[in-house]
Nanobody
Framework: VQLQAFGGGLVQPGGSLRLSCAAS????????MAWFRQAPGKEREFVAG????????VYADSAKGRFTISRDRAKSTVTLQMNMLKPEDTAVYYC????????????????WGQGTLVTVSS
């Protein structure tokens, strides 16, 4: 499976940004998709995840109430809508995919997109 993330950029605190991940290479039945992020000097961390079939979502505490993950099965895309952004949301954001159950550990995901930089600054 190939993943391509895009949509990052510079946004002011309190602003919004929409990230998209285009998936290709196979059908995604039974896949679990997720967004991770990695800030400079920090480990990669889970942000949000969604199951391809049912659309069940899971969020990190830092994302709850501000971020929304969704998927469009017809277009094979996963989107992360980020609202009320904070400077601490600054990071490179990655989309990832795996089968066989949902995970929040980055090591459990074999497929990754190239990452897109989100900078929250005034």
């Amino acid at each position: 499976v190939q993943l391509q993330a895009f949509g990052g950029g510079l946004v002011q605190p309190g602003g919004s940004l929409r990230l998209s991940c285009a998936a290709s290479g196979r059908t995604f039945t039974n896949y679990n998709m997720a967004w991770f992020r990695q800030a400079p000097g920090k480990e990669r961390e889970f942000v949000a995840g969604i199951t391809w079939n049912l659309g069940t979502t899971v969020y990190a505490d830092s994302a709850k109430g501000r971020f929304t993950i969704s998927r469009d099965r017809a277009k094979s895309t996963v989107t992360l809508q980020m609202n009320m952004l904070k400077p601490e949301d600054t990071a490179v954001y990655y989309c990832a995919a795996r089968t066989m159950g949902f995970e929040t550990r980055s090591a459990a995901y074999p497929a990754w997109g190239q990452g897109t930089l989100v900078t929250v600054s005034s």
